[in-house]
């Protein structure tokens, strides 16, 4: 966990060696924080540049700093990972993003599934998803993060398909049937590009394996041990990790 505030600014809020800072970070920097002028912060600016900011004017509805730039190491996976989730019941998917951002994810994607027991409507979905994207802010700056992973609307399995079919990376699935096919058998040396399915509580349905199947996308195990939906993906990311970090 970094002990110097971090916030990540739009491009368009940075020009001549200043950023300014405006609405809730701007309030948390100032109200809550009760930094002042002279203070330092750390200011990314989505493109993996970070920067150490000296703030040289405060208040509740805006900060600005001058920023020099500095030579921190690049705290992002060597590849950019999508993770498409199975919509799981309650607050999980609340956990999996969390999680999934502290371990490097680059994307996260909930996907509606056969056996989904939570269906959410379209109004519903929009407010989750802006409440996941809140979450996937807040872990990307406790943990330094040098980007926001998105997290994405909610996708149809054919959706997430035809995504993984269209990608130029690898794409596997995560599967309690598959014994013998592991993580570090199918992914390359190098890294590269990767997205992995992880099936909801109930697991993958019949039909949705045959499609996984018509696709060629293989399936994987993550052990002998049956994972639950949330703990599945983390398991993912930090095999990715060992094997290219």
């Known amino acids: 966990m970094s002990s110097k505030i971090r916030v990540f600014v739009p491009t368009e809020n940075i020009s001549d060696n200043e950023a300014v800072i405006v609405g809730g970070d701007a309030f948390h920097i100032s109200g809550v924080m009760r930094l002042n002028v002279g203070d330092v912060i750390t200011v990314c600016d989505m493109k993996r540049n970070v920067y150490d900011g000296s703030i040289v004017a405060v208040s ?24 498409y989730q199975g919509v799981p019941k309650g607050d999980k998917l609340e956990t ?18 056969d056996r989904c027991v939570s269906r959410p409507d379209k109004k519903a979905a929009l407010s989750k998803n802006a409440r996941y994207n809140k979450i996937s802010e807040s ?10 992973p998105e997290v994405s609307l909610m996708i149809t399995f054919d959706e997430m ?9 690898k794409s596997f699935a995560c599967f309690e049937g598959e014994e013998k096919v592991r993580i570090k058998d199918i992914l390359p040396k190098t890294p590269c590009d990767v997205s992995f399915f992880i099936g909801p509580e109930g697991g993958i349905s019949e039909k ?12 994987v195990t993550l052990g002998k041990r049956i994972l639950r939906t949330e703990t599945a993906p983390l398991y993912a990311l930090s095999a990715i990790s060992v094997l290219w970090e």
């Not at 999996?96 to 599934?113: D, H, N, T």
């Not at 949705?208 to 399936?219: F, G, L, R, S, V």
């Open 60 to 83: 509740k509805e805006e900060v600005r700093c001058k920023l020099v730039k500095t030579d921190k190491t690049d705290t992002e996976l060597p590849c950019r990972v999508t993770v």
């Open 96 to 113: 999996v993003v969390q999680k999934s951002v502290e371990l490097g994810a680059f994307r996260i994607v909930p996907v509606l599934c």
């Open 139 to 148: 872990a990307a700056c406790q943990c330094g993060r040098m980007i926001i």
């Open 161 to 169: 398909l035809k995504e993984m079919a269209e990608s130029d990376g």
């Open 208 to 219: 949705e394996i045959e499609k996984i199947k018509n696709a060629k996308i293989p399936a």
